[in-house]
């Protein structure tokens, strides 16, 4: 790999964190999808956003191991906030416009930025960064929410494109002959089994996963798989043989998904991807590390490592290392403070859920108004708050004894008025204000933080441990 002399410095990195690059690490480059919605007309900012919001409280639900807010609750929160000439048109339109009740659309419950709502077409715009050695290309699906990957799977090998989501465990892929929920077939996209693969062995295990929304059931088999150049036999996952209509839209731009959580919560009772790579010697180290890009910069330069970090993406003077506090196999942090403009708001007993899959940083409604009485020019409006669009506020996050500032085009999240990038913007820090949000003290730590850390996960025996570093 290029910049070997920032290899030299990882060795302050706790003993599972590898302090140098071996044969079986490989780093893998990111780019965007930005998939459209269909519309109606003027379907208003805050209601996509109260989806962004939705989702977040249904999936921090399930990685506290609580059931999920019921969906009266949920739509009782996007009626909140229709405007009056929109709260007399029929819910199945407006549900078929941005699935509004519960703030689902696909798998991951994404949606389309402002302003980008009358098309239904779905972008791909690849990754520009420059390719170590054993990468593969990824893709940002919706606006900086969700992550594609391409492996190979099968003999001959073929790519599969696989969405990445640290909030689940499992791997799986469609199977040939797999049937949508309405009898059809699954649309469009790359299936497995014995007709395409020489390699291919059903196991005849049964399996069922049900996400936010949608449902994927089908059997266990075992197959090669190749990650850029690293190549393991016998992986064992599966393949759907019935999924619902929200994975097998003609727009849906993955044939699966690989869950980066551990394999303690998989539905398929499997391993997942890094710790089967692992356990076979194909990696020295059951880790997974990620760059996610930022829209706004321009550059696409994402980038998941498997099996190690990649030195060129962080500043390793910067990284401290944090035990999971989660119970239940996802990725949860400590977070010592909070600070606006350097001086903390004085927090104690808080954390944050890792979440790839979640666009903001959800909490208390008295956490969020703490938060956002310091910032200058903030304003609270249908029970959520907005923020200047070119805010400049200093706002941090304390992890070990290191402060990580969230960048403040991420903060505001979308703008009110998509025609006015000069106003005010929703806010990437909102509140949850059903359920279990009330009572807790664990936050969901989305993209609007991710994007500012480089964070490393080590799932190795013993270890269970976060690094994060600032960005290069």
Not at 391 to 401: C, F, R, Y
Request: proline share 5%; aromatic share 6%; glycine share 10%.
């Amino acid at each position: 790999m290029r910049l070997v002399q920032a290899l030299l410095v990882l060795h302050i990195f706790s003993p599972g964190f590898s302090a140098r690059p071996t044969a079986s690490t490989v780093s893998i480059p990111l780019g965007r999808v930005n998939p459209r919605i269909p519309s109606i007309e003027d379907v208003p900012s805050s209601i996509l956003h109260q989806q962004h919001v939705n989702r977040g409280v249904r999936r921090l639900a399930r990685m506290k191991g609580e059931e999920p807010p019921p969906h009266r609750e949920l739509w009782a929160e996007i009626s909140n906030r229709l405007p009056s000439h929109l709260k007399n048109l029929e819910i199945q339109k407006l549900n078929n416009a941005v699935t509004l009740m519960t703030g689902n659309h696909s798998p991951l419950g994404l949606v389309s930025p402002i302003g980008s709502h009358r098309t239904s077409t779905t972008t791909v715009i690849k990754s520009t960064a420059t390719a170590l050695p054993r990468k593969l290309d990824l893709e940002i699906r919706s606006n900086g929410i969700g992550y594609i990957t391409r492996v190979q799977l099968g003999t001959p090998s073929r790519n599969f494109s696989l969405l990445i989501d640290s909030g689940s465990a499992d791997f799986w892929v469609g199977g040939e002959g797999c049937r949508a929920d309405d009898g059809q077939s699954c649309g469009n996209h790359t299936y497995l089994g014995s007709n395409s693969s020489s390699t291919f062995k059903n196991l005849h295990k049964p399996w069922t996963i049900r996400y936010n929304t949608g449902e994927v059931s089908g059997t266990i088999v075992r197959d090669d798989i190749t990650v850029a150049d690293l190549h393991q036999k016998g992986f064992e996952f599966g393949v759907a043989s019935l999924e619902s209509s929200e994975f097998t839209g003609e727009d849906v731009p993955f044939d699966g998904l690989a869950g980066l959580a551990k394999s303690t919560i998989s539905r398929q009772q499997t391993l997942t991807l890094v710790e089967s790579l692992r356990k076979s010697g194909v990696l020295k180290k059951s880790i997974v590390s990620l760059k996610i890009p930022r829209l706004a910069d321009g550059k696409h330069d994402g980038e998941m490592t498997l099996g190690g970090m990649n030195p060129a993406k962080y500043n390793a003077a910067s990284s401290v290392v944090v035990g999971n506090v989660n119970q239940f196999g996802f990725w949860e942090t400590p977070i010592s403070q909070v600070k606006i403009g350097g001086k903390p708001i004085g927090w104690t007993n808080r954390t944050g859920i890792l979440d790839t899959g979640t666009a903001l940083i959800l909490a208390p409604s008295q956490d969020v108004d703490a938060i956002h009485s310091k910032i200058s020019g903030a304003k609270k409006r249908d029970g959520s708050w907005t923020v200047p669009c070119r805010t400049k506020v200093s706002l941090s996050l304390t992890i070990g004894n290191v402060d990580f500032p969230i960048d403040p085009r991420d903060l505001a999240f979308i703008p009110l008025d998509s025609d006015d990038t000069e106003g005010d913007c929703w806010s990437g820090i909102s509140a949850g204000t059903v359920g279990l949000f009330q009572l807790q003290t664990t936050r969901l730590l989305g993209d609007t933080f991710l994007k500012n850390v480089y964070h490393s996960m080590n799932a190795d025996e013993g270890k269970n441990e976060i690094m994060f570093a600032k960005l290069r």
